[in-house]
């Protein structure tokens, strides 16, 4: 799993993490319904995502092949 160093990150910060383009992580906070994991908009134009939020969406999404659900 995903080891962070702050409480906080950006978008940008969550999309390299993820490995996806900050464009998508932005897409999804525009979503209907809502994708992605929980975010906290500061303002206008800062949105930021708890680490301990990422975390648990992270581990909502793991799949375990072979394993029954």
């Given amino acids: 799993m995903v080891t962070f160093t ?13 490995q996806v383009d ?3 992580v932005r897409r999804w906070r525009t979503a ?11 303002s ?10 990422v975390q648990h969406w ?3 999404r793991r799949i375990v092949p072979g394993v029954a659900n």
Avoid at 6 to 17: G, H, N, Q
Avoid at 44 to 53: F, G, H, I, L, N
């Fill in 6 to 18: 702050k409480p906080f990150i950006s978008t940008e910060e969550l999309a390299a993490v993820l």
């Fill in 22 to 24: 900050p464009s998508t």
């Fill in 32 to 42: 209907q319904p809502l994708q992605g994991p929980p975010f906290i908009n500061l």
């Fill in 44 to 53: 206008e134009r800062v949105t930021v995502y708890s680490t301990e939020d």
């Fill in 58 to 60: 992270l581990t909502a």
